[in-house]
């Protein structure tokens, strides 16, 4: 089952420490973070993923993620928290296009090294 809704904010929050992605609406909120390239040397888990909440967070739970001009897909390749039977979701971006250009740059960021999980067709 793929929890679906349509997402009118995004945003990227990044330092020397970490970047992280933020797609959302006003019930519904998708993080994706990920440590600095410089942090990583020290110590990298890989993509971090979150919805709502931190109990409904994991670090390599992602299988694949699809970013078009409309609509993100994300398929987990684990059950994460309390989220039974979810096994992905389904986003319809209703998001600028300048809002776009940054998510689909903050994702790159986020999935790099692990190229092969993120497919960008925006």
Known sequence: MNIEFEAN???IDADEY???V????D???LLFSRESEEQSKKEDW?????YNDQINGEYGCIEKCTLNNTILELSLSKQLGTLQGVTGFKVALNVKP????ELVKGLKQVFRGYESVLEVHA
């Open 27 to 29: 019930e519904n909120v």
């Open 46 to 50: 890989g993509p971090y993923f979150e």
């Open 22 to 25: 933020r797609i959302s609406n």
């Open 18 to 20: 970490s970047i992280t």
């Open 9 to 11: 904010e995004s945003g």
């Open 98 to 101: 300048e809002s776009l250009n």
